[in-house]
């Protein structure tokens, strides 16, 4: 790779902030964030140093799924603002270097959309084959729910016209007929009416129940196969929008999500969230040991060189542990979300990282670090900055989508409406915005803002980590992870000790002599190599550490 590449294929190493205006910054003061708020806070964004922003959805919305429950596929939810509030605030973040990417909830819509209202009024709307509908009693679909603390069956009857619709996540979302031109038709019209105002790609949601046509009437309308529609919108996006991205939510084990990418070719997903990596962190933190982690890494398909995974922490959604054995799940409940009220639909937990870690600060920045120094691009979630907690009074998912804290103030500086008018409660407890907050950190030099601050800028310096190979080095403690990314100039070996006790990491690097050195890129100091290539590296209990490997005549930056 050349550096210039990094500029063409910038995904690959982006640094993506997941939010929702709705409980960013409020600026109007009614309670509910804003696109004036998040206006407001781009520089802040930019002093972080993300490079790209993911807007959850904005559109209006009946509001029973936190706005995934779309009702205008083209509009602006007017608690929020407007198309040129939008506009202006993609025009403002470009400015700061920052591309805006939105989510594309396109599975399904709102059971309030006009399409969905006009399609149950009568068997003869022209609207009625958007959604998929069937006139004989549907067998027992409860174990294929996504929400089985909601649902029982992927079908609803709906009185007026006697027939059933499908709906894989909420009743009151029913899903699009994709094998329908006429949707297709809609959803490319859609992905180009935002991309005509700027944005720079979609946050693709649902993308397997999108494509899963087994319900739906057979090969109708010329669909030849899901992935040859995914490779057309792809091929969509290419056309109108020259470096356009699709991130896209597959939560599936990794050889399927290769074929989500487009195999070798590439040409289908550009990106993918890396569930199955991020679900195995957690068994390797609960455990103390590497391992689980290390094979889910390595065992990775490899995809093309403009297909990329993306790394995350925790999301908006549980932190689901669908794709650990009953066992697994339970040692990470166990470890992490022990009691009911921090799990949710047998699956996954409710909470942030820093209070599963008991706020420990040397792990919280150990799993930071870690998750800088993977391949692929990384994601957070507003407030894993700061190590904002969760509201365990929230009903499920909801307990992660509290307002943003900005200073101790009221409400935590998010808005100066009274309480009871927030879009969500604020956090209380010990992860309040009295003690975690955004103005206390950004005095502060050691704070956790300035530390993940400081695990972007390195991100950004060493494309290596968003483009190279990605190699475990053999060492002794299975506490310990220690892995290699390299090209052309050199290479950066990351070490990280998920567990308490201090270790000293024996390592042998290929290539190196006597006159290399490991150079510390995260604090000062560094680490002598012999003749042979051999380097000791000390960590403290959950001790983290990114050294370059640096040749005499190296001229990377350090
Ligand atoms: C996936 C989203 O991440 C989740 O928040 C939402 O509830 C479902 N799709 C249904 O839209």
Not at 269 to 289: E, G, H, K, P, V
């Amino acid at each position: 790779m050349r550096i210039t590449d990094t500029s063409d294929l910038w995904w690959k190493t982006a640094v993506v902030y997941c939010l929702d205006v709705e409980t960013f910054f409020d600026w109007d003061g009614d309670g509910t964030g804003d696109f004036a708020g998040l206006v407001q806070r781009v520089d802040y964004l930019a002093g972080l140093g993300i490079t790209c922003l993911w807007l959850m959805p904005f559109y209006p919305t009946a509001d029973r799924d936190d706005g995934y429950d779309i009702t205008d596929f083209y509009g602006v939810d007017p608690r929020l603002g407007t198309h040129g509030d939008v506009v202006e605030l993609v025009r403002t973040a470009q400015d700061r270097g920052i591309r805006v990417i939105v989510d594309l909830v396109v599975n399904h819509t709102s059971d309030k959309h006009p399409w969905f209202r006009s399609a149950r009024s009568s068997k003869t709307s022209p609207y009625r084959d958007y959604y998929v509908w069937r006139s004989d009693t549907p067998p027992d679909t409860s174990a294929e729910v996504v929400f089985p603390d909601q649902e029982d069956s992927i079908w609803e009857l709906d009185e007026k016209t006697g027939e059933y619709y499908l709906h894989r996540f909420y009743k009151h979302q029913p899903d699009l007929d994709v094998t329908n031109q006429a949707v297709r038709d809609e959803i490319a019209k859609v992905m180009g009416f935002w991309i005509s105002l700027g944005i720079s790609g979609f946050r693709v949601d649902a993308v397997p129940f999108l494509l899963q046509t087994d319900d739906m009437p057979e090969g109708a309308d010329g669909f030849a196969d899901p992935h040859a529609y995914l490779r057309y919108l792809r091929s969509f996006l290419g056309r109108r929008s020259a470096d356009g991205i699709m991130l896209g939510e597959v939560n599936l084990p990794h050889p399927q999500q290769l074929e989500f990418f487009g195999g070798p070719d590439g040409d289908e997903l550009t990106m993918q969230f890396d569930f199955i990596a991020m679900q195995n962190m957690y068994l390797s933190l609960a455990r103390c040991d590497a391992a689980a982690l290390v094979t889910a890494l390595e065992q990775r398909p490899a995809s093309s060189v403009s297909s990329q995974w993306a790394t995350f922490v925790r999301n908006h959604d549980e932190l689901t542990l669908d794709k650990l054995s009953d066992d697994e799940r339970q040692e990470v409940f166990a470890a992490f979300g022990p009691q009911e009220n921090m799990q949710v639909y047998g699956r996954g937990l409710v909470r942030r990282l820093p209070p599963m870690l008991a706020g420990d600060p040397r792990r919280i920045r150990m799993v930071y670090s870690l998750l800088f120094s993977l391949p692929g691009t990384p994601v957070l979630f507003y407030g894993e900055e700061i190590g904002m907690g969760e509201n365990l009074d929230a009903s499920g998912r909801m307990a992660v989508r509290t307002p943003m804290q900005w200073s101790s103030a009221r409400n935590g500086g998010f808005s100066s409406a009274p309480p009871s008018r927030l879009a969500a409660p604020v956090v209380t407890g010990g992860f309040a915005p009295e003690h975690v907050n955004v103005a206390q950190q950004r005095q502060d030099p050691d704070s956790l803002l300035a530390f993940i601050s400081m695990l972007v800028r390195r991100y950004r310096e060493c494309p290596e980590l968003g483009w190279s190979h990605f190699q475990v080095l053999d060492q002794p403690h299975a506490q310990v992870m220690a892995h290699l990314a390299s090209w052309d100039d050199g290479s950066l070996v990351a070490v990280h000790n998920l567990g308490p006790e201090p270790r000293t990491v024996p390592l042998t690097l290929e290539g190196c002599e006597a006159d290399h050195r490991l150079v510390d890129l995260l604090t000062v100091g560094e680490v002598a190599v012999d003749g042979a290539g051999r380097a000791s590296v000390e960590l403290d209990g959950y001790g983290y550490r990114w050294l370059r490997v640096t040749a005499p005549q190296s001229r990377r930056l350090l």
